[in-house]
Each structure stands twice: as C-alpha cells, then as structure tokens.
C-alpha cells in the first residue's frame, strides 16, 4: 500500500495547566497506532497549531516519533499566512524521519490560484520530501481549486491532497483528474468518498474507535459495500457530535471521557458545551458496544516508505 492511503489520525494535543502533556500525546499515538491507524499527523488543526510555538511543536513532534518508530509515517503539519515563514519551518523539522508535511492553503490573506501555486512551490523548495496539499476554505477562506491542483500535481513531490471543501465532486474530480493520493478530510463524507475512490482520510473523528474507521476502509477496498454502509451509518452519528462545535472541543471532551487527555484547549478554542458532552458519552456508549476489529498485518514502515 501506498505510504499516503489509508486512514491517518491527526493527532489532539493534550494539555495540562497550559502546557503540552507529552506523556499523553504518546499515550494517544500509541493507542492509534495499536489500533491499526495506517499513519499519524502532527500539528494538524485537530492538533491546534496555530496556538504552538515552534519549540512546543518540535517537542510534540519528537514526541510521537519516538513511538512510531518503524510502526507507522508521520507527517508534520505545516500552516500560516506568511509563505517564506513556513518555508522556514519545514527547515526546522526537515532532519526528523518523516513521511512528508501536510501544508495548508494560507489564512486570512485570500491569494490568487497563482499565489497558491508559488506559495506551495516555495515551501516545497526548501525539502526533498512528499508534500500533502491541505484543502480547508471553511478554514481558510481560499478554495483550492481542481485547475491549481492539476497544475501542482504535475510536479510529484506533491504527493497527496487533504481535500476538506465539503464538496464530493471536487473529491472524485480530484480522483479521476490528477495522479494525486486523495485523503477525506471531510469525515462525514467518508464512505462517500472512499466509494468514488477516495485513497483514504486524514480523519479527526478517527482518533475515537481507529479499528473500525480502518475497517470501514477495508471493507470498500474488499468491495464488500453493504457491509460498509451499515458501519459507516454506525459511525456517522459521532462523526457530525464532533464536529457540531468547532473542532477539537467535542473531541477532547470525548477523549476525556475515555481517561485519555485533560479537557483543556488554548484560547481562542474553548471546550466543548454541557449539551455537547451528554450526547458525545450516549454516542461513546454505542461505538464501545461495537466488536473489536482486527486488522491484517500491515507491511513493514521501510516498504511502505519506498513506495512514496
């Protein structure tokens, strides 16, 4: 398989009395490694970035790493506004063992598709490794469009797109268009989008039940898609209490509940409403019922490292 399909889990970032709990990011990560995720994200949005300093997100980085080691790729994250700034970044993680960076289109600052291009060129200059194009104009306010990642997926080293513009057509257009690796990064559409051939999803709601997001993925690629459809409409209700409040509030306060992070969050995120987390433990009740999946052994991190 190639390194960049599958189902990635972008890790939270746990807190406690304002700083980062690196016991407990290794904890998380090494509970969804054990789970079958096929990869890991480090500072992604789930992970709340934009509110770490770079030594903070080193350190997280560094963290994970050392669990993944040899199990399972990791992609850092890599965000902001100022393009020569995070092109900078890269240089600072650029010697660590890393499957690639997810890069995500600019904040605030609304460039042009040509903007977008130089901005994702010039970032992509200053490493050899696969870069993973972020999609999220919910986010960002800019919409990556399928004419500018036609044009960037001429050059291979990018490899992948997270495409989160809540548009399945822009998915399968993605698909069937460009030679790209295409990661769901709208989690309620994931059985959709797997179905249009999605490669797979860098999936938030992942972190909770990782075995049966892996199954789910497993059972279109078998083509065994009755089966499919009855877990993803097992899966689909935790899904949108995720995302009912601006993500990742409900998936601390879930976690929490599992004894797996502090419910805390950095300002301007604040945690999840009361109402929120009596329908995320009623929800926690059902998947917790669910049979335990097993995943098939999956190849050796070297061997899939080759193929990217």
């Known amino acids: 398989m190639n390194c960049l399909h599958g189902i990635w889990v972008p890790l939270a970032t746990p807190m406690r009395h304002g700083e980062i709990d690196l016991a407990q ?10 789970a079958g995720a096929h990869g890991l994200v480090v500072c992604g949005t789930t992970g ?20 993944a080691h040899k199990r399972c790729p990791v992609l850092m994250g890599i965000g902001g506004s100022d ?52 999609n999220v104009p919910a986010r960002t306010g800019v919409q990556l469009e399928l004419a500018t990642a036609r044009r960037l997926a001429q050059r291979p080293q990018f490899a992948a797109i997270k495409e ?5 057509q822009q998915m399968t257009d993605l698909v069937q268009q460009t030679p790209l690796s295409v990661l ?12 249009g051939g999605a ?23 078998a083509q065994r898609l009755a089966e499919a459809r009855v877990l993803a409409g097992r899966l689909l209700p935790m899904m949108r209490l995720l995302f009912s409040e601006p993500n990742p509030a409900p998936l601390k306060a879930a976690l929490a509940m599992q004894g797996l992070v ?26 917790d019922a669910l049979p335990l999946y097993r995943p098939a052994k999956a190849a050796p991190l070297a061997q899939m490292m080759e193929a990217v």
């Open 199 to 221: 490669h797979g999803a860098i999936s938030a709601s992942a972190h909770l039940r990782t075995d049966l997001y892996v199954q789910l993925y497993d059972l279109v690629r």
């Open 25 to 34: 990011l290794q904890r998380l990560a090494e509970r969804v490694v054990d």
């Open 164 to 168: 989160a513009g809540g548009s399945l």
């Open 184 to 195: 769901c990064g709208d989690d309620v559409l994931l059985f959709a989008a797997l179905c």
């Open 262 to 287: 502090h419910d805390e969050l950095r300002l301007p995120m604040v945690p999840a409403t009361d109402s929120c987390r009596q329908q995320l433990a009623a929800a926690l009740e059902v998947l």
């Open 83 to 134: 393009t020569f700034a995070a092109a900078s970044r890269v240089l600072e993680f650029d010697d660590e063992d890393l499957a690639g960076y997810l890069v995500s289109t600019p904040a605030y600052v609304r460039p042009s598709q040509e903007g977008l291009v130089r901005h994702f060129e010039t970032i992509a200059d200053a490493t050899a490794r696969p870069v993973v194009l972020y």
């Open 48 to 67: 709340e970035a934009p509110q770490l300093d770079l030594a903070e997100q080193s350190a997280a980085l560094a963290a994970v790493l050392e669990v």
